[in-house]
């Protein structure tokens, strides 16, 4: 399986049943590297995805039932889990690689059970909101898809413990 769903992949599944900010022009060739935003290296939600065939006159699909996660590492490692829901059922995408960042273009590198494997496209981030769009080139040539992904929250950690004497507790003098 490819780093995201093929076009033809993508059509089956569902016959059978997501700016305004500059790329991050200033991130080195390889992920690798220290980065002027460490924020763009998060985990991500899927919100939206949207599929343009070009092969078609149809306006493009936006598809229903996005769901995943993306981590984006510093050392240029990813890790990917992303679900459609289709009439048909749900499919799923999980893979591990590397990738690598030049201007605005994204590479991702990866093995399948089909072997060595490369998407290319590009990406747009926006450090205030934390928006992620990427652009990924597809399936005949000329098609693409378009993956809209937004940071996770972050965690919050325990609560701190009060100092002082516990409630209900008799203090000794």
């Known amino acids: 399986m490819t780093f995201f769903p093929s076009i033809r992949l993508l059509h089956v599944c569902l016959l059978a049943g997501g700016l305004l900010a500059s790329p991050l022009s200033t991130l080195s060739a390889h992920a690798q590297a220290a980065a002027p935003i460490p924020s763009f290296y998060t985990t991500y939600h899927y919100t939206a995805y949207t599929v343009f065939d070009n092969t ?3 306006p493009p699909t936006e598809v229903r039932g996005v769901g995943g996660s993306l981590i984006l590492r510093p050392d240029g490692t990813y890790e990917k889990h992303f679900s459609i829901v289709a009439p048909s059922g749900p499919h799923y995408f999980n893979q591990t690689g590397r990738f690598t960042l030049a201007g605005d273009s994204i590479r991702f590198a990866f093995t399948d059970l089909k072997g060595a494997d490369v998407q290319r496209g ?10 992620l769009t990427l652009t990924i080139i597809g399936y005949p040539t000329g098609n693409q898809g378009v993956y809209e992904l937004v940071a996770a929250a972050p965690e919050a950690g325990p609560a701190p413990k009060a100092a002082g004497p516990k409630v209900g507790k008799k203090q000794r003098l």
């Open 56 to 58: 078609s006159s149809a």
């Open 122 to 131: 590009t990406f747009r981030f926006n450090p205030t909101n934390m928006h």
